[in-house]
């Protein structure tokens, strides 16, 4: 059974910067896309960023775009969100999770890391 | 972008009873590529139902799902006490993003 775990959250200033790194295991990591996806205090889901399998494709939500990178290092089974310019409304609830394609659901999911944007 | 809007926010059953949740997209979901997930208080949202109706790995069969092109239901048959979370629905029809409804929050009546 796979298994993903996130890691690197943490409180940062309001225009800061923070990478975010969520560590596989259990299935062949370099057969699957990754994304990331968040969940503010209270709220419902939001995705957020997404990276094909051999990481020659990512896409972003439009409000992260040009302030978020996703990339992944298959040779250590690991994928990154390195976050910039942060600002409040970025506080959230970190998840990562898997999906075959991009033509599929998310069916492996991380427990989280928490990024808080505060002064 | 495919807003999807779920119905009801909350829905305040009793243990046994049916669950009727729907999901409605703003344009039709291609190829019914869509999810369901459970999210329970301090958890992880966990895959019930993939490609509008296909139940994911381990998922008791009290769970289904149906619908195509705008209008998706998740029906859970009976309730059980574990059932009461939080319900979600996505779709993935391979064009970014890949929006979630907003949630339907099953609460225990």
């Known amino acids: 059974q796979g298994q993903l775990e996130e890691s690197g959250g943490g409180v940062v200033q309001p225009g800061k910067s923070l990478r975010l790194s969520c560590a596989a295991s259990?299935?062949?990591?370099?057969?699957?896309?990754m994304h990331w996806v968040r969940q503010a205090p209270g709220k419902g889901l939001e995705w957020v960023a997404a990276?094909?399998?051999?990481?020659?494709?990512?896409e972003y939500l439009d409000s992260v775009k040009g302030r978020f990178t996703i990339s992944r290092d298959n040779s250590k089974n690991t994928l990154y969100l390195q976050m910039s310019s942060l600002r409040g409304d970025d506080t959230a609830l970190y998840f990562c999770?898997?999906?075959?394609?991009?033509?599929?659901?998310?069916?492996?999911w991380g427990r989280g890391t928490v990024v808080t944007v505060s002064a | 972008e495919i807003v999807l809007t779920q119905s009801p926010g909350t829905l305040s059953l009793s243990p046994g009873e049916r669950a009727t949740l729907s999901c409605r997209a703003s344009?039709?979901?291609?190829?019914?590529?869509l999810a369901w997930y459970q999210q329970r208080p301090g958890q992880a949202p966990r895959l019930l139902i993939y490609?509008?109706?296909s139940r994911a790995t381990g998922i008791p069969d009290r769970f289904s799902g149906s619908g195509s092109g705008t209008d998706f239901t998740l029906t859970i048959s009976r309730l059980e006490p574990e059932d009461f979370a939080v319900y979600y629905c996505?779709?993935?029809?391979?064009?970014?993003?890949?929006?979630f409804g907003q949630g339907t929050k099953l609460e225990i009546k």
């Open positions: 999770a898997t999906s075959s394609s991009w033509y599929d659901a998310f069916d492996i």
């Open positions: 259990g299935f062949i990591f370099n057969t699957y896309g």
């Open positions: 990276i094909s399998h051999d990481g020659g494709n990512t």
């Open positions: 344009q039709s979901v291609r190829n019914s590529y």
């Open positions: 490609d509008a109706s």
């Open positions: 996505q779709q993935y029809d391979g064009s970014p993003p890949f929006t």
